[in-house]
């Protein structure tokens, strides 16, 4: 029993991770150096806080010790951040000069000579270098993970003066007491770079929302659907990008198209978004019945007379003679049921397809309904899609409504009758409906630090392709890292 339990949980996370991811980010290496500029700061800033201990030690006939170990001078060459294998990068720091001073005394004795001095003295430790490779994973809840790993020093010439004390004495420890002062500044630097990457870069990279709320009912799952893997060209980083309804969390039974083949490299980062991304959203819609909808005299607003069937000039009723006559004083409901899940389509353009069953009905005196026909419907919606503050939004920019009257019970139907249902009840109960949603927002996964900077949308084949630069903003203080999903919750 457990062992089938074990091997079809084996088969179902499998099946979930072969799946397409609905985003795609790539970052270039312009991207990649922005991040480096960060760290060499930081790198900068650590520097100024190492501290080198009090260093004691003695040699045949002499004790000595060097203390008020002080970084007087500090100057990091070049840092740069670039790829070292599939997944993993290096960071190489070179050309670091480092000066420092401090104080020295010593206790000579052998036989009768017996010396105690004291002094200052300074080094200069110059072009140091240190190689760490950055191997970049993801954690079993779907977030991005980074491990420090071999961190490579090496040095250049190592210059020292000591003022004060006797050469021939001094000559016995110096060497020595500087080496370990040198080993432990390679400690100190080995341990900034790899606090930097599984510290500040990790806590940074923690804070991508990997769920984030849309509208009231849906959440946004953009796990890592693997580690993120390096190519000559990007880091890319696969997110899952489905949306789940917040209270039940199961997918949408579909796999998301492959993305569209991304040659760019002038921006730092690309981000594709799939329609699966979308498409996903409005199969969660679609499932609970947040489609359908009734569109009665009570929530149609100032055109609620349209639907009377008795007036002296524009309403339902005029068009429909025969309703006018027989349900003289009463209204006319139109009751929407989709009949398909409504379906994103990206290509030249973005649009959004929707079918309708729609029954109208006659609301009687009694409160009765009296059916009358149907109406089969197809919408389609034209959205331009807008980016603003890491939100993708749409404004609609046309509806077309497609008709058909079927299974008429009074007879045959005037086609002005069917364009004024069309034209002037359903559209405008409709579009502002669609506007309302497409100015919500739909939220893309960046991170707090980062900025889209001058970013550009283009339409591709199945997704939305954003190719910005970005800015790093510094923040402090309480992160807003947003809750993640353990591969349980799925
Ligand atoms: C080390 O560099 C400083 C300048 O930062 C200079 O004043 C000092 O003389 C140099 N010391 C040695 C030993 O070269
Ligand atoms: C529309 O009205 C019918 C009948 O009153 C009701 O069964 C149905 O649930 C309503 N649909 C919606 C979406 O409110
Ligand atoms: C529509 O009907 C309602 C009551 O059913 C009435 O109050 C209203 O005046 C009617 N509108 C027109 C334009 O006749
Ligand atoms: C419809 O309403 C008008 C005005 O309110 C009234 O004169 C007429 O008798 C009503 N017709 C029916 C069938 O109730
Ligand atoms: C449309 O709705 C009617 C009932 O209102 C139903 O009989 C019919 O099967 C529906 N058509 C589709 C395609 O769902
Ligand atoms: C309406 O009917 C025509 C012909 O029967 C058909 O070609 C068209 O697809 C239908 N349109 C809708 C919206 O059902």
């Known amino acids: 029993m457990w062992r089938l339990v074990i091997f079809s949980l084996f088969i179902f996370s499998k099946g979930l991770s072969a799946r397409n991811p ?75 000069n480092l000066d420092i001073d401090g104080l020295f005394q010593y206790k000579y004795s052998r036989f009768f000579e017996k010396y105690l001095d004291k002094g200052s003295f300074t080094v200069n430790f110059s072009t140091m270098s240190f190689k760490i490779i950055i191997q970049l994973g993801t954690d079993s809840s779907g977030r991005p993970n980074l491990k420090a790993s071999q961190c490579v020093p090496s040095s250049g ?185 409504p379906v994103t389509n990206i290509g030249s353009s973005v649009s959004v397809t929707a079918e309708w069953n729609i029954s109208v009905y006659v609301r009687e005196l009694d409160n009765s309904l009296h059916y009358l026909f149907r109406v089969s419907a197809v919408g389609v919606s034209k959205v331009t899609p807008r980016l603003n503050n890491g939100m993708i939004y749409g404004q609609l920019s046309k509806t077309e409504v497609q008709t058909n009257i079927t299974d008429s019970v009074i007879g045959a139907i005037d086609e002005k009758a069917l364009q004024f249902l069309e034209d002037d009840i359903m559209t405008p109960y409709l579009a502002p409906m669609v506007s309302a949603l497409c100015k919500r927002g739909f939220p893309l996964p960046i991170m707090d630090n980062f900025q889209f900077v001058q970013p550009e949308l283009k339409l591709k084949k199945n997704a939305i392709l954003i190719e910005t630069n970005l800015k790093y903003i510094p923040r402090s203080g309480k992160s807003t890292v947003l809750r993640f999903l353990s591969k349980e919750d799925i």
């Open 22 to 96: 609905g985003i795609r980010l790539q970052i270039t290496q312009k991207g990649i150096d922005i991040v480096n500029t960060v760290a060499a700061d930081l790198v900068s800033n650590n520097v100024k806080t190492m501290k080198i201990t009090t260093q004691t030690g003695s040699d045949i006939n002499v004790n000595y010790e060097l203390t008020n170990v002080k970084i007087t001078r500090f100057q990091l060459g070049k840092s740069s951040i670039s790829r070292y294998s599939g997944n993993s990068l290096r960071w190489t720091a070179e050309g670091m």
């Open 157 to 341: 010439p190592i210059k020292y003066v000591f003022h004060g004390g006797k050469d021939w004495i001094i000559k016995l420890f110096a060497e020595k007491a500087i080496r370990a002062i040198h080993l432990q500044i390679e400690k100190n630097f080995c341990g900034i770079f790899k606090g930097l990457v599984e510290k500040n870069a990790q806590s940074i990279i923690s804070n991508v929302k990997v769920q984030i709320p849309v509208g009231n009912s849906m959440i946004v799952d953009y796990r890592l659907i693997s580690s993120p893997s390096v190519s000559t060209n990007y880091l890319e980083v696969y997110l899952k990008g489905s949306v789940l309804w917040r209270y039940s969390q199961s997918e949408a039974p579909y796999s998301a198209p492959s993305f569209p083949y991304n040659y760019h490299t002038t921006k730092m980062a690309y981000v594709a978004v799939s329609d699966y991304v979308f498409n996903t959203m409005l199969y969660q819609a679609y499932r609970h019945n947040m489609v359908g909808m009734n569109i009665t005299s009570t929530n149609i607003g100032f055109r609620r007379s349209m639907l009377n069937t008795t007036c002296s000039e524009n309403c339902i009723g005029r068009l429909i003679p025969q309703i006018a006559k027989s349900f003289p004083n009463c209204s006319v409901e139109l009751h929407m049921q989709s009949t398909q899940q």
